[in-house]
């Protein structure tokens, strides 16, 4: 057995430079709005209080849960291993040009990261890595997580502005009396009008992407599956719900390049520029998980491939 030659570069991981300024911005946004929370929200309640007490031992979970799960989630290698080895292996069904090696069935390969990765899910470009099978539980748990802690200081700020609105002596005495820096009420009310700001943002950004999520693993299939097929339907005018145009909301829409058809008559009208349309989560509300083996030939996921191998497995005559 003899070792390839690595390709000029290829990323092993999120956390190895060059990072991404998609990654910088999440982190910088992210870092800002928790401390922000923290440091200069939360003081508003007394923490020898029950719900003060609560709040920040809550929010300091969350956010210690969120970098806990971002730390293994982008230092994980998906990387398919024996794309570096020559092998003959049974399980290296599946030959890569781009690697120039066999890799496992479920391997693709991803051209940012420049290698396969095992049942690639979908490049993600706020952890500056690709997300398959070896990383895509602590990327779910990440990405649920840290919806959570959003969440929970955005109903937390606009609780505390109504507040101030409703009741402010009170609030003012409140802050005189509780909050270590003692703020005026107009800076605060300022600071929580920043965090609802920032936390809709982000509640935006992680509440689509989880719930898409969680529409793809009740379906089975990965982000790949789903695009690589739909690419496939819309060619043949078969998506549902998906046109040139735009559908539902911009926050939740993926766009994607067709080459043109090669028909009768699109090489009569000449060639044509690349068509885009639009995916969301209406469309993938619609798609059927058999979808991806009618068009595509074949599903990247883990599960569904061991699942059809344990049915052949019960099949077989002894």
């Not at 910088?24 to 003081?43: E, K, M």
């Not at 982000?223 to 719900?241: E, V, W």
């Not at 885009?276 to 996921?301: H, Y």
């Amino acid at each position: 057995m003899g070792t390839r030659v690595k390709p000029p570069f290829s990323r092993v991981n999120g956390l190895q430079w060059p990072l991404n300024v998609w990654q910088l911005g999440a982190s910088f946004v992210f870092i800002l709005q928790t401390l922000l929370f923290l440091v200069y929200i939360c003081p508003y309640e007394d923490i020898s209080e029950p719900f003060g007490c609560f709040l920040v031992s809550f929010c300091s979970f969350t956010t210690a849960g969120t970098l806990a799960l971002f730390v293994p989630t982008s230092y994980i290698d998906p990387g398919d291993n024996s794309r570096t080895k020559t092998s003959d292996s049974e399980e290296l069904t599946r030959y890569c040009g781009h690697c120039e090696a066999k890799v496992h069935e479920t391997s693709r390969h991803c051209t940012k990261c420049n290698k396969c990765v095992i049942g690639l899910d979908h490049h993600c470009k706020w952890l500056n890595t690709c997300i398959g099978s070896k990383n895509y539980t602590p990327f779910i748990f990440l990405v649920g997580t840290c919806l959570l802690h959003v969440t929970t200081q955005l109903w937390a700020s606009t609780y505390f502005l109504l507040e101030t609105v409703v009741s402010e002596e009170s609030s003012r005495q409140k802050l005189h009396d509780s909050h270590v820096m003692s703020p005026s009420m107009t800076n605060f009310r300022i600071a929580l009008g920043v965090n609802i700001f920032l936390c809709c943002l982000l509640l935006m950004v992680i509440g689509e992407l989880f719930t898409f999520h969680v529409i793809l693993i009740y379906k089975n299939i990965t982000t790949y599956d789903f695009i690589m097929a739909s690419r496939a339907m819309f060619k043949a005018g078969k998506l549902k719900g998906a046109t040139i145009c735009a559908t539902c909301c911009g926050c939740c829409t993926k766009r994607n390049k067709v080459a043109p058809g090669v028909g009768p008559q699109d090489a009569a009208a000449g060639p044509k520029p690349k068509s885009k349309f639009q995916i969301n989560i209406c469309t993938l509300i619609s798609f059927e998980a058999d979808d991806v083996n009618r068009w595509t030939g074949g599903s990247t996921s883990v599960k569904r491939v061991q699942k059809q191998n344990d049915r052949q497995l019960a099949f077989t005559p002894v």
